[in-house]
Antibody, heavy 120, light 108 residues
Framework: QVQLQESGPGLVKPSETLSLTCTVS????????WSWIRQAPGKGLEWIGY???????NFNPSLKSRLTMPIDTSRNQFSLMLSSVSTADTAVYYC??????????????WGQGTLVTVSS | DIVLTQSPGTLSLSPGERVTLSCRAS???????LAWYQQRPGQAPRVLIY???TRATGIPDRFSGSGSGTDFTLTIRRLEPEDFAVYYC?????????FGQGTRLEIK
């Protein structure tokens, strides 16, 4: 059973860069795609983007200009870097595996989530 | 972007009842690309259904999904106390991936 764990600062200042890392255990990061999803307090889910071990990626156009999503297969980790943050970026950030088989696609494994607050 | 509209926004029901949740897409979504998630308070979402009708691993058979094109439903046959949560649909038929706004199931 694959497990994911987010790590990173819980507080970021406006205009700075939000950086989070997701560590994958119980499975190899060289299979499937790996994604970030966020949820503002009391709100719904927003997909941020995904990447695979070859660096093939797809980002939400609403965030693309501020996004970097590096992947480190040697450490079984992938990361999120979101630049020029504002209070609108305050959210719980989840990492998740984007799974697919003959039946379809889903985010089948999730980290517990980490709250990132943007505040001075 | 494909907008997913879930209805109703909130439902108040009793354990043992049957419930059907609706998810309507602004454009046609291939069946392989529609999933349903359950989110309990303070927890990450977990997938219930993907490919519109395939139950994810470990999901009880009281959960079922159906639909195609622009109209999809999630049915819970007999509500258990642990089923009272928020439910989201999600599509991957067209990038960007989008989620519905959620339906909250409350205990009556």
């Amino acid at each position: 059973q694959v497990q994911l764990q987010e790590s990173g600062p819980g507080l970021v200042k406006p205009s700075e860069t939000l950086s989070l890392t997701c560590t994958v255990s119980g499975g190899s990061i060289t299979s499937y795609y790996w994604s970030w999803i966020r949820q503002a307090p009391g709100k719904g889910l927003e997909w941020i983007g995904y990447i695979n071990h070859s660096g093939i990626s797809n980002f939400n156009p609403s965030l693309k200009s501020r996004l970097t999503m590096p992947i480190d297969t040697s450490r079984n980790q992938f990361s999120l870097m979101l630049s020029s943050v504002s209070t609108a970026d305050t959210a719980v950030y989840y990492c998740a595996r984007f799974y697919y088989d003959s039946s379809g696609y889903s985010f089948d494994s999730w980290g517990q989530g980490t709250l990132v607050t943007v505040s001075s | 972007d494909i907008v997913l509209t879930q209805s109703p926004g909130t439902l108040s029901l009793s354990p043992g009842e049957r419930v059907t949740l609706s998810c309507r897409a602004s454009q046609s979504v291939g069946s392989s690309y529609l999933a349903w998630y359950q989110q309990r308070p303070g927890q990450a979402p977990r997938v219930l259904i993907y490919g519109a009708s395939t139950r994810a691993t470990g999901i009880p058979d009281r959960f079922s999904g159906s639909g195609s094109g622009t109209d999809f439903t999630l049915t819970i046959r007999r509500l258990e106390p642990e089923d009272f949560a928020v439910y989201y649909c999600q599509q991957y038929g067209l990038s960007p991936i989008t989620f519905g706004q959620g339906t909250r199931l409350e205990i009556k």
